[in-house]
């Protein structure tokens, strides 16, 4: 079997997605999956090493974003509940993708266009009741778990533009949010592809230290010195590349 050997020229490109990803509190799977595809790297073991190195920077983005008190435990929990199963679900099931990241990378672009064109004032935040909150979160959370699973990513990709362009959260919230639901979701995900897929964590040292640097100082960023505007452009800007690598996985075989 063929080993997962990443350039070390390499670690620096990873390290600066991580970055631009933790600064709006995602781990930046997608993003390493869109890498691994262009140096033409084709092994199993993307998708876990993927997983792993968004445990570890989505870990540090709920760390920075909770320390400055922008987690809400309220807000994350209905869309966990449901998502956590359900990713675990769509890390186990193997099933031909291609028509899976079509639709989804031109959900995410669709999704990145009305961000970028969104401008959100923290008056006009919807503050849903609890019971409100419960009927939404469960069947979104579980939907986006599965396809987050089936995929290799936590699903922040998804659940972000969601709780912004309905005004359920602030750009902040949602980072704090995001984070902790791609923290919980790749570990599922992960759990799930290691069923059917063969995975040595310590081949992979060098790009979990490469994607901490970036992600750390990505994460404190976001967290402390970016604007909400700029996090929401940022996160644009992010969907953008997402739905990108997912759309062209379609003609670049892993």
């Known amino acids: 079997m063929a080993e997962l ?15 631009l990803y933790s600064s709006v509190g995602h781990g930046g799977a997608s993003g ?23 445990i570890m920077v989505a870990s540090i983005g709920l760390y920075q974003y909770g320390k400055q008190g922008h987690f809400d435990l309220q807000m994350l929990i209905p869309f966990s509940i449901a998502s ?14 291609e028509v899976f990241y079509m639709i989804l990378g031109a959900a995410l672009l669709f999704s ?15 503050s849903l009741p609890r019971r ?16 987050a699973g089936m995929i290799g990513i936590g699903g922040g990709v998804f659940l972000s533009p969601l709780l912004l362009l309905l005004r359920w959260a602030d750009a902040k919230k949602t980072a704090a949010t995001s984070a902790a639901f791609i923290v919980l ?23 979990i230290v490469a994607v901490a640097a970036g992600g750390y100082v990505g994460a404190r960023m976001g967290a402390i010195h970016l604007q909400p505007r ?17 759309v062209l996985k379609v003609f670049l075989p892993f």
């Open 5 to 19: 050997a990443v350039p070390i020229l390499a670690l620096p490109v990873f390290s600066i997605v991580a970055y």
């Open 32 to 54: 390493y999956l869109a890498l691994f595809a262009l140096l033409g790297i084709a092994v199993p073991e993307i998708v876990p090493t993927a997983l792993t190195l968004n």
């Open 84 to 97: 956590i199963p359900a990713a675990f679900i769509g890390g186990v099931i193997e099933v031909p993708r």
């Open 112 to 126: 990145a266009w009305r961000l970028l064109l969104y401008r959100q004032r923290d008056s006009e935040l919807r």
């Open 132 to 147: 409100l909150l419960w009927v939404y979160g469960l069947p979104i959370g579980a939907g986006l778990g599965l396809l």
């Open 185 to 207: 979701n790749s570990v599922s995900g992960l759990t799930g592809q290691l069923l059917h897929t063969r995975f040595n964590p310590l081949l992979i040292v060098p790009l």
């Open 230 to 246: 700029t996090i929401r452009f940022v996160l644009g800007v992010v969907l953008v590349m997402a739905g990108t690598k997912l």
